[in-house]
């Protein structure tokens, strides 16, 4: 199935005779449908004032328009132009997780709103906090550094993390001394979405497989990610990368209200049935034309989910806040063939008992 030529259009800058807002949906307690706002919004940040004469303070990013489950059904035709959908706990859950899978299988990637209960991310929350700090401090008695520009150059590696670039951490979920049962395994709409877009729905005994949890930590003034896709194509033709379903997912969970200071993930829409060659095409021309018709970057608040293909081009952008730390909770799903290979170290950061005794 290819992507609809009204939202490529409306995404990538493309002559169309369909109006920009076939991007939005209203919801009865935003604003009036007169007055639509980008369920996306602009991707060009920068951290320097423009020289045109005059310092212009930043602007802060509207909220997003939604699509309620009401609102998906009676507008079937147009659903998959839309990447924001809202869970208003009317319908069953699996129905919801089928709308879901629908615009991910297609777009590459699906916002999620009120997802996840707000007693949970209080849990995770104190959960990061204490990860992040126990991180830092045994990083600084090794004197080694995670928010310096020598990160872009050699990598930090140890078992329980990764720092692959100035200001990012990627930590393992350690759920060791949490003694409950981590909320995602009884979760039912993120199991629903997750069975759909792996398996189609069609099995009630395949159960979804975490392959991975980690936590992303992004702290003030981290810089850009390199643009990277998070697997290769197990398959190099075109044909084939188009044709290929959905073998891998990931989940992220922000604990905070995304923003543009903080540093929200960039996509490439679609990316996910092209080859890299082609995606990088599509930012080459958002680079060169200035434009940022091919990118987006979704501003999820706490309590959504943004659920995306693991093949879509993306990448982390700097945060510009200067007290913020972005954190963020991902999960990644995958078919039962499937293997990961996740770029962590041997050498463990905090030993076991086992090593310290011996």
């Known amino acids: 199935m290819e992507p609809s030529s009204s939202l490529t259009n409306a995404l990538f800058g493309k002559p169309s005779t369909t109006s920009s807002s076939s991007l939005f949906a209203a919801r009865d307690t935003d604003v009036a449908p007169s007055a639509p706002q980008p369920s996306v919004v602009p991707t060009k940040r920068s951290s320097s004032t423009q020289d045109d004469g005059e310092d212009t303070p930043p602007q802060p990013p509207p909220r997003e328009r939604v699509l309620t489950r009401r609102q998906v059904r009676s507008k079937a035709p147009i659903i998959h132009q ?20 629908s615009v991910v299988k297609l777009c590459g990637l699906a916002v999620v709103q009120n997802a996840i209960d707000p007693s949970i ?31 872009n150059e050699k990598t ?51 159960q979804p497989q975490l392959v991975y949890a980690g936590w992303i ?4 003034d981290s810089k850009d990610q ?18 290929l379903p959905t073998y891998a997912i990931n989940v992220f969970i922000p604990l905070d209200d995304a923003t543009l200071e903080t540093g929200p993930t960039e996509f490439v829409p679609f990316s996910h049935r092209q080859t890299p060659a082609q995606a990088m095409e599509h930012i080459e021309k958002s680079d060169n034309n200035d434009s940022d018709n091919n990118l987006v970057n979704p501003l999820p608040r706490r309590g959504d989910i943004l659920i995306y293909d693991y093949r879509i081009c993306h990448r982390g952008t700097a945060n510009l806040d200067k007290k913020k730390v972005r954190t963020v ?13 996740v770029n962590f170290g041997t050498e463990r950061l905090f030993p076991t008992m086992e090593q310290q005794d011996s």
């Open 82 to 101: 839309q990447l924001t959908l809202v869970n208003d706990d009317k319908d069953p859950e699996d129905v919801f997780g089928q709308e879901i899978s």
């Open 121 to 151: 991310l209080d849990s995770l929350a104190h959960e990061a906090d204490a990860t992040r700090t126990k991180i830092c401090q045994a990083l600084k008695a090794r004197e080694l550094s995670w928010n310096d520009s020598s990160n």
């Open 156 to 206: 930090v590696r140890f078992y329980e993390l990764a720092v692959r670039c100035q200001g990012r951490m990627d930590v393992r979920y350690n759920n060791s001394d949490n003694k409950k049962e981590p909320f995602w395994k009884n979760h039912s709409l993120l199991n629903s979405i997750v069975s759909h877009l792996l398996y189609g729905g069609e099995s009630q005994e395949l």
């Open 217 to 220: 930590f992004s702290f003030p």
């Open 226 to 243: 390199p643009w990277h896709q998070d697997g290769i194509p197990l398959f190099p033709s075109t044909e084939t990368v188009i044709a």
């Open 329 to 341: 909770l991902y999960l990644m799903y995958a078919r039962p063939w499937f293997r990961e290979h």
